[in-house]
C-alpha cells in the first residue's frame, strides 16, 4: 500500500475513482488552483449538500404528511394584544444600561 493511501485511510477517508469529462477537469483545476481548493473538497462538499438537501427534503415530506391533516388557518394563534404604553425599546435600553 502506498504511504498517501495510508494516511487517507487512517482518516476515515476512502478513495474514490470517477469518470469526467477532461475539460471539465482541466477547466475545474484551474479555477480551483486560484481558489486554493481542491478536487476531493470540492467533491466532498458537494456529495454533503447532496445528502442534506435528501435529509432536508424527507423531513419536510414527514411535515407535511402529519401536518396536512390539519385545516388551512387552524396551524396559528391569534396574535395576542399589547397593551398601550408598551415600549420595548424602553425596556431594552434599561437591561442594557443594567449591565
Do not use: H, N, Y
Request: no cysteine.
Amino acid at each position: 500500500m502506498v504511504e498517501t493511501e495510508q494516511r487517507v485511510i487512517e482518516r476515515g477517508k476512502r478513495k474514490v475513482t470517477l469518470s469526467v469529462d477532461s475539460e471539465v477537469v482541466r477547466r475545474a483545476k484551474a479555477a480551483l488552483l486560484a481558489s486554493g481548493k481542491t478536487m476531493s473538497g470540492v467533491f466532498e462538499e458537494a456529495l454533503k449538500e447532496q445528502m442534506t438537501g435528501r435529509w432536508i427534503i424527507s423531513v419536510t415530506d414527514g411535515l407535511k404528511k402529519e401536518f396536512g391533516k390539519i385545516p388551512q388557518g387552524s396551524t396559528s394563534e391569534p396574535r395576542p394584544k399589547v397593551p398601550k404604553g408598551f415600549g420595548s425599546a424602553k425596556i431594552i435600553r434599561d437591561l442594557r444600561a443594567a449591565r
